[in-house]
């Protein structure tokens, strides 16, 4: 049996730098997740879920949250092979919500 994650699983490394790219272009486009759902028509939860690798993304929507964020489709698939060749899938910390009361000791 292999060790390596299913092609479908959230852990692929892959999964977890797609997420990371996409929380990355939607801050560098000034946008929060609330801005970006409703340009894109969806709830904010979805934006949210994308981002934090708790949900798979279709192409389409990657393609239209590039163009929502002022990214070229093309050039956003072509650093993310490359920074899948490389290996680089740490994800930052999980920011924690000020109003939810949650404070890091």
């Known amino acids: 049996m292999s060790d390596r994650p299913s092609p479908r699983s959230p852990r692929r490394p892959e999964s977890i730098i797609l997420a990371r ?3 990355e272009a939607r801050l560098a486009a000034g946008l929060t997740q609330l801005e970006a759902a409703s340009e894109l028509g969806v709830a904010q939860t979805l ?6 690798n708790e949900r798979k993304v279709e192409l389409v929507v990657v393609r239209d949250l590039c163009r929502i964020y002022g990214v070229d489709f093309i050039d956003f698939v072509s650093r993310l092979d490359k920074a899948a060749r490389k290996g680089k899938a740490a994800l930052r910390p999980r920011l924690v919500r000020k109003d939810k009361g949650t404070s890091r000791a």
């Open 21 to 23: 790219m996409l929380l």
């Open 47 to 52: 934006i949210s879920k994308i981002e934090v």
